[in-house]
């Protein structure tokens, strides 16, 4: 009997340790850190379209409502570590500019089913509206080109995409990303 529980325990723990090895090595082989900004293929293009009901709240919300401020829109699943620990970035980013209400949030949960979404935002506090990519069939995420959660993507006004971020967000790199879009606003014109 001991003799199955001693090969159990060594079975399990050759197990929990090659899941962490693999998970090391593909951290380690990832090609930009968390939290960088990288190259679209979306980059000046309008974004696609997102919309559908709030996963709190119930009311119907739009990108497309959104229009005339920045958006960033992020997808993230209640799952995912980095998600977690970007909450509270997000909420001081908005924080941050809530006095020139042109700078707002649009969530979109992925890989996972809308209570788990649901009860992730609520217990981490969440403020902004965020909408379940449908049935689990990853339209928004396909559209946008996300793989894994956490990417966000800062939207102008207009609705083109001004930037897309791979990992989780800072309130910090997404001010220095508001900066660049609203200079490159400025300059565009006249141009």
């Given at each position: 009997m001991r003799t199955r529980?001693?090969?159990?325990?060594?079975?399990?723990?050759?197990?929990?340790?090659?899941?962490?090895?693999?998970?090391?090595?593909?951290?380690?082989?990832r090609s930009t850190p968390p939290g960088s900004e990288v190259a679209t293929r979306l980059g000046g293009q309008l974004a696609p379209p997102i919309a559908g009901r709030e996963l709190v709240g119930g009311r119907q919300v739009s990108l497309a409502s959104m229009r005339g401020k920045y958006v960033l829109v992020d997808f993230f699943a209640s799952w995912c570590v980095p998600c977690q620990q970007e909450v509270p970035q997000i909420e001081a980013f908005l924080f941050q500019h809530r006095h020139g209400r042109d700078v707002t949030a649009l969530g979109v949960d992925i890989d996972e089913n809308a209570a788990d979404g649901r009860a992730f935002l609520e217990?981490?506090?969440?403020?902004?509206?965020?909408?379940?990519?449908?049935?689990?069939?990853?339209?928004?995420?396909?559209?946008?080109?996300?793989?894994?959660?956490?990417?966000?993507?800062?939207?102008?006004?207009?609705?083109?995409?001004?930037?897309?971020?791979?990992?989780?967000?800072?309130?910090?790199?997404?001010?220095?990303?508001?900066?660049?879009?609203?200079?490159?606003?400025?300059v565009a014109p006249g141009t």
């Amino acid at each position: 009997m001991r003799t199955r529980r001693g090969r159990r325990a060594l079975v399990a723990s050759l197990a929990v340790g090659a899941a962490a090895a693999v998970l090391v090595a593909v951290l380690a082989t990832r090609s930009t850190p968390p939290g960088s900004e990288v190259a679209t293929r979306l980059g000046g293009q309008l974004a696609p379209p997102i919309a559908g009901r709030e996963l709190v709240g119930g009311r119907q919300v739009s990108l497309a409502s959104m229009r005339g401020k920045y958006v960033l829109v992020d997808f993230f699943a209640s799952w995912c570590v980095p998600c977690q620990q970007e909450v509270p970035q997000i909420e001081a980013f908005l924080f941050q500019h809530r006095h020139g209400r042109d700078v707002t949030a649009l969530g979109v949960d992925i890989d996972e089913n809308a209570a788990d979404g649901r009860a992730f935002l609520e217990r981490v506090g969440a403020t902004w509206p965020a909408v379940e990519d449908p049935s689990g069939a990853r339209s928004f995420a396909l559209a946008y080109s996300v793989t894994d959660p956490p990417e966000s993507y800062l939207i102008a006004p207009d609705g083109r995409v001004v930037a897309e971020i791979a990992g989780g967000v800072t309130a910090a790199s997404l001010d220095r990303l508001l900066a660049d879009a609203r200079a490159a606003a400025t300059v565009a014109p006249g141009t």
